[in-house]
Structures are given as C-alpha cells and as structure tokens.
C-alpha cells in the first residue's frame, strides 16, 4: 500500500560520511532508522560509543550529525544500503549493539489509514538483513505498541531476528513514565543478546509505584521555561530550576535556550485552545489534540504528519507547544538541538524513542556485554 511521502526525504543514491575512529573502550552502536537520534543519545548516556546512524529523512540526519559530531552517518533508504558499507565506513570495528526504530506508522493506532499491508510495515526485513550480515552481540529493535494486533507480526519478527542475529530474540511492551519520562507513551521492544536469554526484568525503572520518584508531571518537566505568546521566541531562561527533571534538562546547557518558539497560530486557533480547560480535547473529532494539564502526564506525542498542524495546547499559554517543549516532554536535554524548521522538527521529536527510556535499555544490555 503506497503511502503519502515526506518531501524531506533523500531518494539518491547513500550519502556516507566518516566520522573520527570510535573508541575501544566503549561497546559500539550502530543505529538503523536513526531519526534525530533518542535512542543514540540514550545509549549515550549509558556509556555506549554511537559509531553510526542511518536515515532517509535530511532534517533527522542534519540533528543527528549536529548532536554527535563525531559519529558517522548515512543520508539514504536503507533498502539502497549494503551492510558492507557500514562495516567499511567503521574500519571492521565489531558492532556490539545494533538498533534501530523501524517506521511505525502503518502500524500506529494513531494513524486513520493504519493497514496491514502498509509497506512500511515490511522495513523491518532490512533489520533483518543488516543483522545477519554484521553479527552484532545485541540486538534492539523499537516500534509501537498496535503491532501486537497487526497480523503475526511481533512473532514473525521474533523468530526472523533470532534466526539471523543466532540469540534468543524476546518481545516486551514498555512505559516511558517508569523510566523519567513525562509522557505516556508505550514502545514494543524486540531485545536479544548473544550466549544470553535477555531478562526484561533488568531494564530498572527508576519513576512510579514501588520507586521513591513518582512519575514526572508536565509542570516538572517544562514549568520553568518562558512564557511565550503565538509565534514569539525566547532564548534565555527567565527562572531557575524548580524540579530534579529540569536540573537534569539544564545541566550542560548555557544560558541559551534553543528551539524555544511559538507557533504562529491563526486567531481562531488560539481563541479555541484560550476556551479549552487543561486535560480537555481541543477538537470534538480529534480527543488526542489535548490542552495538557500541568500536574498530569502528557499523552503520546505524535510526529503530526507532513502538515504543519499542531497536537497539544500548552496548559496556561494560548499556543501549541515549542519543539523545545516536546524534546523536553520526549526526554531529550536542552543541549540537544533539533534542526530542520517547525514542521519537520514536529516529526522528529513525535517518531524518536525517549532518550531516558533509551538509557534504561542500554544499561540493562551493558551488563550482558561487559
């Protein structure tokens, strides 16, 4: 089933950028369907070495080489994309951990037009394929929750990924908000780990019941952020830290805040969110598009298409949110700066995995590597 394409998108030829040797004192990660790359800065964060992210969407890879100056990267399909050019552009480094967030929306309960035989929903064989050839030791693959009930896919994936990856390849869903993350947000992870059974028990949540952090509101996660009116910008903090999140969001950052712009919103638009109450639909037809709560979770964010229409009302400002508020309410700290204009930075921020989430994921599979 064709689907309608994002213009951003590079249908060339591969382009492939070397990045500096990645170090041996580090297991090494390479990230299939990179996006802007939450799921890197997440390995990242757990002491991973991100040798090399691949991607067809320009904005996603001009974020990505920004964040990771060093890494090596590939602008292109990866249907188009030979694992030995991989295995060549990191001088035959052994590949620890491969991951990768096949596209979900052919899949997403999100999605009107969501179809079995969307194609996108067959990318995931070119995980595959990349698997059997670099024989890495672990193996992370990410989508969403409404493959469970889309066909036999999680056991056909299963079973194709132990196959060509030799490891036992087991299925989990997972809640972002157990692991620092202030959103609702839900992931189906495919994990395997070679010579081992992975124990999803292992991925410690570090928020909720039976934790002494309860889950992160959106008070605590954007709260200190300036105030803003539609279409302003402000680049510097106008109050310090009130929660650990935002101790976290801001620690390397300057005194510069990026990203931090409003959307330019049409008087209708900013009349209705002015008359909607916090933790109420915006839209009769649409009850996903939510004027956020402050004192609540936010509901999943979503990339909003190829349009420049906005999902969520910020909860005492008449506007929709900043990307800078999204990569908060994702996980992503403030130093970490999404490239690309409103529209496509909206896609970014809505398709990536948590980088918190991330965090967890790969601290559970160090410990297999070590």
Not at 203 to 228: C, F, M, N, Q, S
Not at 312 to 319: A, E, K, Q, T, V
């Amino acid at each position: 089933m064709k689907v309608e394409e994002n213009s951003n998108y590079w249908n060339g030829e591969p382009i492939l950028k070397k990045g500096k040797p990645v170090s041996n004192k580090k297991p090494v990660v390479v990230e299939l369907f990179c996006g802007c790359g939450g799921t890197s800065l997440g390995f990242e964060m757990a002491g991973f070495s991100i040798g090399l992210g691949c991607d067809i969407h320009q904005s996603s890879i001009h974020t990505f080489q920004y964040n990771h100056k060093h890494t090596a990267t590939i602008l292109g399909d990866v249907r188009k994309v030979k694992p030995s050019q991989i295995k060549k552009i990191l001088d035959g480094r052994t590949i620890d951990v491969l991951i990768g967030g096949v596209p979900c929306q052919g899949f997403s309960l999100n999605n009107r037009k969501r179809h079995e035989q969307d194609d996108r929903n067959l990318l995931y064989r070119e995980f595959v394929r990349f698997a059997k050839f670099l024989k890495p030791r672990a193996i992370v693959l990410e989508n969403v929750t409404g493959m469970k009930s889309t066909g036999d896919f999680v056991s056909v994936i299963e079973n194709e990924l132990s196959k060509a990856g030799k490891m036992k390849v087991k299925s989990q869903v997972l809640y972002a908000p157990n692991y620092g993350v202030p959103q609702k947000r839900q992931r189906l992870f495919f994990i395997g780990v070679q010579n081992h059974e992975f124990d999803f028990s292992k991925i410690k949540k570090t928020h909720g019941e039976e934790r002494k952090r309860a889950h992160v509101t959106i008070k605590e996660a954007i709260g200190d952020l300036p105030k803003l009116k539609e279409n302003e910008a402000k680049d510097k903090y106008r109050k310090p830290p009130f929660s650990d999140f935002q101790k976290w969001a801001r620690k390397k950052n300057n005194k510069i805040i990026t990203n931090h712009q409003a959307p330019n919103h049409p008087i209708p638009t900013i009349e209705r969110i002015r008359n909607t109450k916090q933790g109420a639909p915006m839209y009769p037809r649409f009850k996903q598009r939510i004027r956020l709560a402050w004192n609540d979770l936010s509901p999943t964010q979503v990339s909003g298409g190829i349009r420049p229409q906005f999902q969520l009302g910020h909860p005492s400002d008449n506007r929709g949110l900043t990307i800078r508020e999204r990569c908060r309410l994702q996980s992503f700290p403030d130093y970490f700066e999404i490239k690309g204009g409103m529209v496509q930075a909206r896609i970014q921020t809505g398709n990536a995995v948590p980088p918190l989430m991330a965090k967890a994921i790969g601290l559970a599979i160090k410990k297999y590597l070590i």
